[in-house]
C-alpha cells in the first residue's frame, strides 16, 4: 500500500475526476443559460453620483447608441436634476 499523507484524504480516481466534469462543464451551461435570458440588446445604464466625472461619463455614455440609462443617484438634488433632465 503506497503511502498516503495524512493531510489529504484517500481517494480514488473517480472521486477525483467528478468535480473536474462539473467545473469543465460549467462555463459551457452558464453560457447557455444567459443566452437564453438575453431578451434585449439594449445596455441599462446606472450612475451613482452624477456631479464632475460622473456627468462627463453619464453624458459620453447617453449619447452611445442602444444604451438606456435606467437610474441616477446623487446626493445633491440639483444635480439629480439636472441629470434627469
Not at 2 to 16: E, I, K, S, T, V
Not at 23 to 29: E, L
Not at 50 to 74: K, S
Amino acid at each position: 500500500m503506497p503511502h498516503q499523507p495524512p493531510f489529504l484524504p484517500a481517494q480514488n480516481r473517480r472521486d477525483f475526476l467528478k468535480p473536474l466534469g462539473l467545473v469543465t462543464a460549467a462555463p459551457f451551461v452558464t453560457r447557455g443559460l444567459m443566452a437564453a435570458q438575453a431578451k434585449s440588446t439594449k445596455l441599462r445604464h446606472a450612475a451613482v453620483g452624477v456631479g464632475g466625472m460622473g456627468w462627463r461619463d453619464l453624458t459620453q455614455i447617453a449619447d452611445c447608441p442602444g444604451v438606456e440609462i435606467a437610474a441616477l443617484c446623487d446626493v445633491d438634488a440639483a444635480r439629480l436634476a439636472k441629470a434627469a433632465a
